[in-house]
């Protein structure tokens, strides 16, 4: 994601993602028109086939895990822990800061969670406007109190 | 083409060596590899250093030291597997007839990167969101637990079995074991994955001499036969990937085997890529060498252990031995020739004679590795 961009408000767009009016995220990716690969982010060519015929798609909200981790010593500049999780999303294989929490420290959903993407943001140096994945109510895993903020 | 021999190696002890950048590490190295095979630096027709962070022209520093200067002189960066894609090329000159005596290097000081996780290429959007490595084989360990039902101890046991094997070696950055306590207790790094369950940031230098058949008749000492060099790229795409099954790592091993002529039933032993404890159980099972998602029960089992049916990792592995990145496809070289060479001290097992060495890596999106490597060596029985 751009480090310099706000986080988009209702019905804008970010490089990689759109806001709905509900706050969901949904992602801009796209499909080879010749052998239908799906790419996020978006391409100006397939990098599979090569072809330059390529349509533009929204993928999500809705995103289901695929694996996850809670990170303790993780990147610079990014303040630990934090958690990450492979989405499989509609095509896509999407990473994405997860925001759950077990006592109070971020947890790693596991396999077949059901969660949602919203735009938010991530504690970064400096911070990013990113999507995000939020765990659907009602599983084992509960969203963070402050998920949304 | 013609066949290919490894005439020699060299490594010394694997650690932290701050004050020694990668050229200087690779250049003691060489001294060595040259002392032992006993040729002076005319002979060299051609170098190849692996290394991701060692700068522009490592190759040339380290190899000005030796007295090696004129020939081509190439340093190779493919992250991790750049030490294994070094010899690739060095293999690559010999077999084609334009050389017929090649160094292949790796060396790398990554003290000067400071602690922590390696820095993963900027301009990568999962980078820009905060990957490590160790999240990356994090995410694949919970999701093999999940997949096969395997319990988190056997990500202990890994590090407890690699951590056995180098301490009896005296080239290895840890030479003590551990406990399966200790493992499980260590400092968390990425759930479910502990400090111990992942090698250290290392300082080192391998180097061995690739050559004719010919030339190997006039080495000091003893060759083996490299009946397989193979490196892969990873297959880029962002939808669904069983992130169990490394695809490169499979589709390396394939090749090799085939070129070699040989089943994974015929290897003796293995150093294959445990930069992570997960990571052992993936590749061991991506190489053919147990079943899918058989791999933890074997390991449980004792399979991989040195007296085991198929020995994996005898000099420590990565988890161990630490993984100087460029230097570590050579380093896996090295033990393996000293194995089938009956030069392995400690760490020899019982007769090998067809040993295979594995390294993968490098840390960017829609791929699950940027780069793989594959040698298979065999005794030759007149060499070796």
């Known amino acids: 994601m751009n480090a310099d961009e706000p986080i988009p408000q209702d019905g804008e767009a970010s490089q990689h993602f759109i806001v709905c009016s509900d706050g969901a995220a949904k992602l801009k990716a796209s499909r080879c028109v010749r052998c239908a690969g799906a790419w996020f982010p978006a391409r100006s060519g397939c990098g599979a086939c090569g072809s330059t015929a390529m349509e533009d798609f929204l993928a999500g909200p809705d995103a289901t895990v695929y694996a996850s981790t809670a990170v303790h010593v993780g990147a610079r500049g990014f303040e630990t822990p934090y958690a990450l999780s492979y989405l499989d999303v509609e095509d896509l294989r999407v990473l994405a800061h997860v925001r759950t929490a077990v006592g109070g420290q971020p947890a790693s959903p596991p396999p077949g969670t059901a969660v949602r993407l919203f735009g938010g943001s991530i504690g970064s140096t400096p911070p990013q406007a990113t999507f995000l994945a939020i765990p659907v109510a009602g599983q084992d895993h509960e969203p963070t109190e402050d998920a949304h903020a | ?259 070699a002529g040989l089943q994974p039933s015929d290897v003796d032993l293995v150093e294959l890529h445990d930069a992570f404890s997960i990571s052992e159980l993936l590749h061991a099972e991506a190489l053919g060498l147990v079943g899918r998602g058989e791999a933890y029960q074997g390991l449980m089992d004792g399979e991989f252990h040195r007296d085991g049916r198929l020995p994996i990792n005898p000099s420590g592995g990565l988890l161990s031995r630490g993984h100087p990145v460029g230097a570590t496809g050579v380093a896996q070289m090295c033990e393996a020739y000293w194995q089938l060479t009956g030069q392995a001290g400690d760490l020899q097992t019982p007769n090998p004679r067809v040993a295979l060495t594995h390294v993968t890596g490098g840390g960017i999106f829609g791929v699950d590795n940027g780069a793989c490597s594959i040698h298979i060596l065999q005794t030759d029985e007149e060499l070796s």
């Open chain 2, 1 to 259: 083409m013609r066949e290919v021999y490894v005439a020699g190696a060299a490594y010394r002890t694997f650690g932290k060596q701050p004050a020694k950048n990668a050229a200087v590490l690779a250049q003691e190295s060489l001294q060595d590899l040259m002392m032992a095979a006993g040729l002076p630096p005319g002979r060299i027709d051609a170098t190849y250093g692996g290394s991701t962070f060692g700068g522009s022209l490592m190759t040339q520093r380290a190899a000005q030291g030796i007295g090696v200067s004129g020939p081509p002189i190439f340093t190779v960066e493919n992250a991790c597997a750049s030490g294994g894609s070094a010899i690739n090329l060095a293999w690559q000159a010999v077999a084609s007839g334009t050389a017929d005596c090649v160094i292949a290097l790796g060396a790398e000081n990554l003290s000067s990167l400071g602690g922590g996780a390696l820095p993963l290429s900027a301009q990568d959007v999962e980078v820009d969101s905060g990957m490590v490595m160790p999240a990356a084989y994090a995410m694949r360990a919970q999701r093999y637990l999940h997949d096969f039902a395997a319990p988190e101890s056997a990500l202990d046991l890994v590090s407890v079995k690699n951590r056995e094997n180098g301490s009896l070696n005296p080239r290895a950055h840890f030479q003590q074991s551990v406990s399966e306590a200790q493992v499980r207790d260590s400092r968390a790094i990425a759930d479910p994955l502990h400090l111990m369950h992942c090698c250290p940031n290392t300082d080192g230098a391998a180097a061995v001499l690739l050559s004719s058949r010919e030339v190997a008749r006039e080495v000091n000492g003893h060759a083996v036969r490299v009946a397989a060099s193979v490196v892969r790229s990873g297959q880029f795409h962002t939808s669904y990937r069983d992130m169990t099954w490394p695809d490169i790592t499979a589709r390396a091993a394939r090749t090799a085997y085939a070129m």
